[in-house]
């Protein structure tokens, strides 16, 4: 199992550019997130879905949007980059069963750094 | 709302002297707790969680973490610290009722010395 990947690994957008970061994850997990780690905040979730066909906000959803099309793909937009959306990106998935033990963790993927100019 | 609280940005250990970073955590209800980490430029690799049941955790690298309710704490700790465990520490709370949404902490650096 590769787990959860992320493509790209590196990306440099213009502002106001567009651009789509994709997340997979071949674990069958019902439920996957995206989030932005930014130096001294932690990580922030910016969206998530709990199944496929469905998303919800997060705690910072401005300026992105993402679909669930498939199961296992989760997909994050930028329609038009900011330099305040400069930071380092990553999916997570979990399957959340109800009851406690491998269940109901996030595991994470290696994450996309993005710098926009 | 849920949130987490990392006190120490940034804690400097000797090789081979003991480690424990705190968290403390806010959320209404029985939380799902986690410690992760991150070596430079990785993703976050899963240590160990708390979700029910006995307080003192077990994870991986020999680290381990006591749930404490009554301060709403869930500290990580290591006896013997090796050069390998530098990286940054994010501890989260996250609750089935929630979506399992996590919130995370802004982290705490681990420096070791030799």
């Known amino acids: 199992n590769a787990g959860v990947t992320q493509t790209p690994k590196f990306r440099v957008l213009k502002t106001g550019q567009s651009m789509t970061l994709l997340c997979a994850q071949d674990?069958?997990?019902?439920?996957m997130y995206w989030y932005r780690q930014d130096p001294g905040m932690g990580l922030r979730l910016i969206h998530y879905?709990?199944?496929?066909?469905?998303?919800a906000k997060g705690e910072v959803p401005d300026g992105y949007n993402v679909s669930r099309l498939k199961k296992q793909n989760f997909l994050l937009g930028l329609e038009s980059a900011a330099p305040s959306q400069t930071s380092v990106y990553f999916c997570?998935?979990?399957?959340?069963?109800?009851?406690?033990?491998?269940?109901?963790?996030?595991?994470f993927g290696p994450g996309t750094r993005l710098t926009v100019l | 709302a849920q949130s987490v609280t990392q006190p120490d940005i940034h804690i400097t250990v000797s090789e081979g002297a003991s480690l424990e970073l705190r968290c403390n955590y806010s959320?209404?209800?029985?939380?799902?707790l986690f410690w992760y980490v991150q070596s430079p430029g990785q993703g976050l690799q899963l240590l160990l969680k708390?979700?029910?049941?006995?307080?003192l955790v077990q994870g991986i690298k020999g680290f381990e973490a006591e749930f404490k309710r009554s301060q709403s704490s869930f500290n990580l700790r290591k006896p013997s610290v090796h050069w390998s465990d530098a990286a940054e520490y994010f501890c989260?709370?996250?609750?089935?009722?929630?979506?399992?949404?996590?919130?995370f902490g802004a982290g705490t650096t681990v420096t070791v010395r030799a």
């Open positions: 997570a998935s979990s399957q959340a069963s109800g009851l406690a033990g491998n269940t109901d963790t996030q595991y």
């Open positions: 674990m069958n997990h019902e439920y």
């Open positions: 879905s709990v199944g496929e066909g469905t998303t």
């Open positions: 959320y209404g209800a029985t939380p799902y």
């Open positions: 708390y979700f029910s049941g006995d307080t």
């Open positions: 989260a709370v996250g609750a089935r009722s929630n979506d399992y949404k996590l919130s």
